[in-house]
């Protein structure tokens, strides 16, 4: 690899690195009650106070005593459990859910937790307190009926912020890095000692500043704490080298991050503090470091200059942190559990792109962080790369070969998309171009925004299936009374009809986001998180207020794919062609195609029937009731409804789908998302800010696709929607570039909370130098058509197993053999298991 | 538009985001018909000129289709911006593409028009006149060369290899493209190491040679000949394994003295 500009050479990884690893994974992740019982001590003691001090307090008090350990071979410390991997609990926003699934938490499959039997009745104990106290409770409070019915119909869900902390920031670790805590603590004392008591905004400013500096000392008192901890292990120590590494942590920790770092291994320290303690605050996630390689850099270019750090050493500091981010956790509810499967914690680490000047600023680090989640080899941190027309090339080749290893990192962005878009949202020019990412996709202006990024997951299908049933569900009027889908004349009609039902959706998504930013407001500001986001000290008022520089609220959409072709099944089927009418796809729909209906479909089916009746002024009886369930479940099973279903599910399954480069079908994709990200913008927020929509589903498009009926688009009931902006699965059957063409035609510019696309490879696609190189070029196009972001999985052994069972699925699958590629379904049996065999052995 | 652009002819496939048939990412298209009969032919479809049905996974499809230039052309720009990126472009393949040359011509010639880069695979199995028309629109010869010994040749592909190592030589002469040795690896027809030596001091001998490849047999043709209804005649014959074809790597490098890789 090149060896001109850059130094990006292998380092090989350290034995500390591969204990750290196992040490870390050794036990199921356990939830401990430390938190909850201190947060609750201290709020017991402080109720006549004004919220934001209150909450202060009650930061100082966790910090203050809160068990501490340092794990061994570590050499950055701070740990939020004792137990590796562990999570707190977080009641102050929710908790009722955690007390529901006391008995089933350790057994359930997504991201399962250990809790002992004291855990769960200490924090039974202390949730007591809680009872009409929590954010989700106010949020309730100021939600409109029709919101909490839309969501009681699935139509949207905000669960993330409802029942949790925001997070979903990037800090100033910079500022942290140079001036230290003291020096930002100084910052807010001259803030307040230039007020005036008489000043219009004194209540509200004063006490913030105030509840800023209990929480500056807090954290410089837990950073004294391991200070502590490090020099009584080290006195114990007998390993004269681990004595050492523990007087130095020690030494470490007493400087920060209350001063600035004086060097890079401080610096690393510095930082790993400031991530573990803004996530201690409050259970938000989506903590991103952000440009990490660009505020690390002068510390170590600077250590190096002196000599006093070796490459080699700075690469071992780097994998511990990339350890450290792994050994952070959260327990969510079960449902949500499941839309962001994995333990993930979404920090997002960036690295590579251009300075504020427009300038390329790839650095040896940023090589370095590649090479980190190489070694590391775990889901966190979410490593990201700016890719732009001037980024090297060796910067795409090594993190093209991280991508091969089918870890599913790193995700590449586009800052020829991103900086416009985010210009477009009224960020200046330099800004913009020094953008992060939070969380998954969604771009930010670090250190000055709260973007309140993954506001809500929007099933797309959802308002479509409202449109067929003109708002009714189960009874209810769930969305807007539509023109009957039986009596339209034209496709532009239906379109009307589907606009309609998603205005309607959104604005009750509106609704509920905004009630949850009010309750967060009220309840939860959070003044350690406030000392690091500009401006809140001039402002005087915390993120959760509106103190940020810039407010943006995203709720994601997702679905796209099946929007596209739902709208195209319509356009073709039923008015061009005509060879179904609307009546026939309405039935279709409504029996799942003849494949059979669930215990619910049909109770909800027969709700609506009965409803319908007694709408007609026919009195219902529970006789009718039960003729009616009978009926229904006789229709969905007979000969008639069936081979209904087949025809044209044969019918749907000849058109031409979305990611197969179809001109025609690409631009109802693009209208079709119009309709979401157009509406959204529309909103504003109560912190001052405007909504802008996201396209990207995180992993909710399995349980909320799991929510929604049949669509048109030949989707059976309660299958997996379409993941982000990227084609229905097993329906993009030209490849991949295909595919990219025509995910680029939707307008990514416009989708400034993000957009995500997911291509599958199998390693033999990247084998070799001449893979990575057209790989390389593969994004250097999508990016040059304006795509915004693209991640790969590289599939596994037993992806390929499921590809086995479900073809289906898997028609897209280029797998290559001997030199050759192939669609890996259309093999025989035999074949595919060598493949498989080949792939268990690497390449 | 020029007449050249209606051009019709047989193929039976286009597939797209190619990356082991030539430089970078690139679209092969198909075209049927060839004049050899190869044992191990991993695309049995593509032999007989005739359009064909065959079987696959329970479902009958119907192999080959007649389309002009400049419909081909239409699928093959529409990755215009890929091959920018990684130097790839339009690759034909078959099938012997000489088989239809003014169609094969025709192809490349609208290719470099609309400055797109060109490669064939073929074994140059046609008369020269043929190969001489299209050079000049030919970027990147990809051209088979599979035994040394006519009669071997025969018996495995059904016709003697006279032809074939004359246009070689006449192509390399020529100076007009950049020309690789291809050499199918078939177990049991010219596996050995002396055998891969004959072709490796061949393409020496040719001057002009880019590189040599190694391309191991494999078995992903089998199904189709099932499907075609067809007998399978290479057997339980197993591809070369992983140490052999090193071997014989090694061997075509000392012997060559080119650029030498397994694969395409």
Known sequence: MGVYQYDSTDIPKTERISKLVEHLYKKMPEIESARAILLTESYRQTEAEPMVIRRAKAFAHILENIPIIIRDY?????????????????????????????????????????????TAKEL???????????????????????????????????????????????????????????????????????????????????????????????????????????????????????????????????????????????????????????????????????????????????????????????????????????????????????????????????????????????????????????????PQPSLSIRVWNKSPHELLLKAADLTRTGIGLPAYYNDEVIIPSMMNRGISLEEARNYDIIGCVEPQCAGKTDGWHDAAFFNMVRPLELVFSRGMEGGEQVGVKTMDVTTMKSFEQFFEAYREQMEYAIKLLVNANNSIDVAHAKRCPL??????????????????EGGAVYNFTGPQGFGVANIADS???????????????????????????????TKEDIANLAIQVTSEMAQNGRKVSDRDISGVLSSILRISESREVKENGERILAMIEELPKYGNDNIEVDKLAREGAYVYTKTVEKFKNPRGGMFQAGLYPVSANVPLGGQAGATPDGRLAHTPVADGVSPSAGKDVLGPTAAANSVARLDHFIASNGTLYNQKFHPSALEGMQGLENFVSLIRTYFDLKGSHMQFNVVSRETLLDAQKNPDNYKHLVVRVAGYSALFTTLSKNLQDDIIRRTEQGF | MEDYLNTKGRIFDIQRYSIH????????????????????????????????????????????????????????????????????????????????????????????????????ESMGCAKWEVIEGLLPYLDQYLLDMKHMNAIKHKEFTGRENTLMVENAKKIAASGQTELSIRIPVIPGFNDTVEEIVEIAKFSKKLGNVARMHLLPYHRLGQDKYEGLGRPYLMGDVSPPDAQHMELLLAVAKRESGLDCQIGG
């Not at chain 1, 003044?527 to 959760?544: A, E, I, N, T």
């Open chain 1, 527 to 544: 003044p350690f998180l406030s000392c690091l986001v500009d401006d809140c000290m001039k402002r005087g008022k915390s993120v959760q």
């Open chain 1, 124 to 378: 039974k104990e202390v949730n007591r307190y809680w009872e009409g106290k929590t954010t989700s409770e106010l949020a309730t409070s100021y939600m409109e009926q029709e919101t909490l019915r839309a969501m009681k119909h699935n139509l949207f869900t905000p669960g993330n912020y409802f029942y949790n902390g925001i997070g979903h920031i990037t800090v100033k670790y910079d500022e942290v890095l140079q001036i230290g805590l003291e020096g930002i603590r100084e910052k807010a004392q001259k803030e307040l000692e230039a007020m005036e008591v008489s000043d219009g905004n004194y209540q509200q400013k004063s006490r913030l500043l105030q509840a800023m500096i209990i929480s500056l000392d807090a954290v410089i008192g837990y950073a004294g704490r391991y200070a502590k901890l490090a020099k009584e292990m080290a006195d114990k120590c007998r390993d004269r080298v681990r004595k050492q590494e523990l007087m130095q942590i020690a030494k470490n920790c007493e400087n920060v991050p209350a001063k600035r770092a004086g060097s890079f291994y401080e610096a690393c320290q510095s930082f790993w503090f400031i991530q573990q303690l803004i996530q201690l605050e409050s259970s938000g996630h989506s903590i991103s470091p952000g440009r990490f390689d660009q505020y690390m850099y002068p510390f170590y270019k600077a250590d190096l200059e002196k000599g006093s750090l070796t490459r080699e050493f700075a690469q071992e500091l780097l994998d511990c942190i990339w350890v450290k981010l792994n050994d952070l956790n959260k327990c969510r509810d079960a449902v949500s559990a499941e839309g962001f499967a994995g333990y993930s914690l979404f920090q997002n680490l960036i690295v590579g792109g251009q300075n504020k000047e427009g300038e390329d600023v790839t650095n040896d680090l940023s090589f370095m962080c590649i090479q980190s989640s190489k070694h590391v080899f775990l």
């Open chain 2, 21 to 120: 048939d030539g430089k970078g990412i690139r679209t092969i298209v198909f075209l049927k018909g060839c004049v050899l009969r190869c044992r191990w032919c991993c695309n049995p479809e593509s032999q007989e000129y005739e359009i064909q049905q065959m079987t696959m996974n329970g479902k009958t499809k119907t192999v080959g289709y007649d389309i002009t230039v400049r419909e081909v052309m239409e699928q093959v720009l529409k990755d215009r911006a890929y091959y920018r990126r990684s130097g790839g472009g339009l690759t034909l393949s078959g099938g012997e593409s000489l088989c239809q040359p003014e169609f094969a011509t025709a192809l490349l010639r609208a290719a470099k028009e609309n400055g797109i880069s060109t490669a064939m």
């Open chain 1, 74 to 118: 570590e050499l950055i410390v701070g740990s939020s459990t004792i137990a590796p991997r562990g999570c707190q609990t977080y009641p102050e926003f929710s908790y009722k859910w955690l007390e529901e699934e006391f008995d089933t938490v350790a057994g359930r499959s997504a991201d399962p937790f250990y809790i002992s039997r004291t």
């Open chain 1, 567 to 597: 709208l195209y099944t319509i356009k073709k089927l039923v008015f061009e062609e005509k060879k179904i009418s609307m009546a026939e796809l309405k039935e279709a729909l409504s029996m799942n195609y003849g494949k059979g209906l």
